[in-house]
């Protein structure tokens, strides 16, 4: 093992460091290197060779920092952009304002003024300006290590104590756009280490620059293979030769990837006790031993779990994204079908597929979503004029937990005040016996349904989702793959389906979609929401058995925005107090409402839920952790 000491000792504010400070251990961890420092451990990669004429030739600790020419540097300005990038309440005791970097502008077009200067000298740093800025550089906001006349880039490590992860990930840059695995273990047994870099603040140009995220392991990575949680699927898979558009569209903006994140097997439905090949993530709500939902359980369980997470991105056809988002007490959203390009994600029934973006903060949504959309789709900013109305379905609500009812009903209340809106109670069935289409003669909606589900869903599942799969595992080892019960299940269920009656699904829900949207909705007359309630917040611990599954049908009401193709958001609004008999004490868990807009209402649906939360005083953020907010809110 190679192990390099230096002794670093951090000087108290208003001292002068000693000329040799030691203590930073450079250490081999498998082909990286990494240091210790204060507790806290760090991969360090090497940038490149760097002498000038200000920098000590001693090692030093020290931080990058992004300038703009003719932009004077304050106090206040440089203890506030340090708060953000080294995340310290006191950032000029960190040992890494030893000297800065500021890159984007040479020393005579910026000018510090003299609290700024003070500070700098009472800590003894030196400072060096370049005047250019960019990734062929290799530079970043953020701590940096001055050594042997290199300049070594640092990235916090941190333990996936959750299990959300299949793999970390390296740093990526443009001058080798392949991703890569990080391959480090973490501090903890059996957990993965995670190397997070600086936060920084984001401006015009880098609207997402300093966040970090996780994509589910359905997204293709450049350089990587798609594992679907499933080891048959993993054995076959080749690497990647591209990157999924959205995924591109946010490393563009500045965001940096981190982890590839856990899901139910195959994109399937699944709860912890029958994951196979890759053991569920944990739930950090109520007493954690709580169900994580699915299939994208590991984006929504990291999001619940780790403050140095700002996003995740999964995916939605049938309510992989919103279950999770429940239990798990975070923001989601799902946009408007074919507002967003899906390339490079592995598709489970394309015709509902959509991407699901995973947040703790409403306020977040909009900047990382508007990453997304197809240059060709213009998602509405601003409200449509017309009257706003809220559609209160009958046939989904209430449900049996009457605390979550409450909840509901009092969010519901705040949202119609915050719009001035109509609240409409209309029951489906209703509805539908009154003004139903010429197409469903004397069926009802549920009849006029039942098989839509199975017979396009799964129809498409089995014959264009994962035939290709299938037949290549064969092939290769001569005996069919491995996949959990569910799976198999659905499978049977749409092997029998024929073209025919795929065909006359697909038409049933378009001429519901079109009827719904004119009658339900309103749409011509009418802004028109709708309010779900996902599910019955019920207890689910991850060591119960799951309930047995029953054939779906086309009345579900997790499938109605895929149906309409409309945008929904997910809202924490709430919790429910139960006795754990995990933790033998009351526990917590998430209560949430789902608000779906209407197709191509994406960016200001995000805004009147947004403003809704503010004017009603409601949270607009969660923490992480066993309870979404504060015993006192």
């Known amino acids: 093992m190679l192990l390099l000491r230096f002794f670093w000792q951090v000087a108290p504010l208003g001292t002068v460091p000693p000329k040799f400070a030691p203590v930073p251990q450079l250490i081999q961890c498998g082909q990286r290197l990494c240091l210790e420092l204060n507790e806290h451990r760090f991969v360090v990669l090497p940038l490149q060779k760097f002498t000038h004429a200000d920098l000590r030739p001693n090692t030093s600790l020290f931080t990058v920092l992004t300038v703009q020419p003719d932009t004077p540097i304050s106090r206040v300005w440089l203890e506030s952009t340090l708060r953000i990038v080294l995340e310290s309440d006191q950032p000029f005791k960190s040992p890494f304002t030893e000297g800065f970097f500021f890159i984007g502008a040479s020393a005579s077009e910026i000018e510090i003024d003299q609290e700024a200067r003070d500070i700098i ?55 080798q756009p392949n991703f890569q695995t990080l391959r480090l273990l973490g501090n903890q047994y059996q957990t993965l280490a995670v190397a997070v870099p600086a936060r920084a603040p984001r401006t015009d140009l880098w609207p997402l620059r300093g966040l970090r995220f996780a994509v ?147 306020r977040l949504l909009k900047p990382v979503i508007s990453t997304w959309y197809n240059a060709e789709v213009s998602p509405a900013h601003t409200a449509s004029h017309k009257p706003p109305v809220i559609v209160y379905p009958l046939d989904y609500l209430p449900v049996d937990n009457k605390v979550q009812m409450q909840l509901i009903d009092s969010f519901l ?143 579900d009401p997790l499938i109605l925005s895929p149906i309409l193709g409309a945008p929904d958001i997910v809202v924490p609004i709430g919790e429910y107090e139960y006795d754990s008999r995990v933790s033998g004490r009351k526990e917590y868990l998430p209560v949430a409402v789902d608000v779906m807009g209407l197709p191509g209402s994406d960016l200001h649906l995000i805004d009147i839920v947004q403003h809704s939360l503010e004017m009603s005083n409601r949270p607009t953020a969660v923490n992480t952790g066993s309870r979404m907010f504060n015993a006192d809110t």
């Open 121 to 175: 000298q009472q800590r003894n740093a030196w400072k060096v300006f370049l005047a250019r800025e960019g990734p062929e550089q290799g530079f970043a906001h953020g701590p940096h290590l001055y050594y042997n006349e290199t300049i070594w880039r640092l990235l916090r490590l941190y333990d996936d104590t959750a299990g959300s992860f299949m793999t970390a990930l390296a740093p990526w840059n443009q001058a």
């Open 216 to 362: 589910k392991d359905a997204y293709r990575l450049q350089g990587l293979k798609t594992s679907l949680c499933n080891f048959a699927y993993l054995n076959i898979s080749s690497t990647s030769d591209t990157t999924a558009m959205i995924v591109r569209n946010m490393v563009a903006a500045g965001a940096s990837v981190v982890a590839m994140t856990k899901l139910s097997s195959m994109i399937g439905k699944e709860e912890p006790t029958e994951a196979t090949d890759y053991h569920a993530p944990f739930n950090p709500r109520g007493d954690g031993y709580q169900s994580p939902a699915g299939s994208s359980s590991g984006s929504a369980a990291s999001i619940a779990t780790y403050d140095w997470l700002d996003f995740a991105i999964g995916t939605d056809t049938t309510g992989s994204g919103r279950r999770p988002a429940l239990v798990n007490g975070i923001f989601q959203m799902r946009p408007t079908y074919a507002a967003v390009l899906l390339d490079g994600i592995v598709p489970v029934f394309k015709p509902w597929d959509a991407p699901a973006l995973f947040s703790r903060d409403v």
């Open 413 to 555: 209340a705040d949202l119609a005040r915050s719009l001035d809106a109509v609240i409409r109670r209309v029951s489906i069935t209703s509805l539908w016996d009154e003004t139903r289409p010429e197409e469903a003669g004397q069926q009802s909606v549920q009849e006029y349904l039942q098989d839509t589900y199975v017979n396009t869903n799964f129809h498409d599942y089995y014959y264009y989702s994962t035939d290709e799969f299938r037949k290549t595992y064969q092939e290769r080892y001569h005996k069919r793959p491995y996949v959990v019960p569910f799976i198999d299940w659905k499978w049977e269920l749409g092997r029998p389906v024929t073209q025919a009656q795929r065909d006359e699904g697909m038409h049933r829900l378009e001429v519901y979609k079109k009827w719904f949207l004119d009658s339900a909705m309103q749409q011509a007359t009418s802004e028109a929401y709708l309010i779900m309630p996902i599910s019955n917040v019920v207890v689910n611990y991850r060591d119960a058995p799951p309930a047995p599954v029953a054939r779906p049908n086309g009345f």
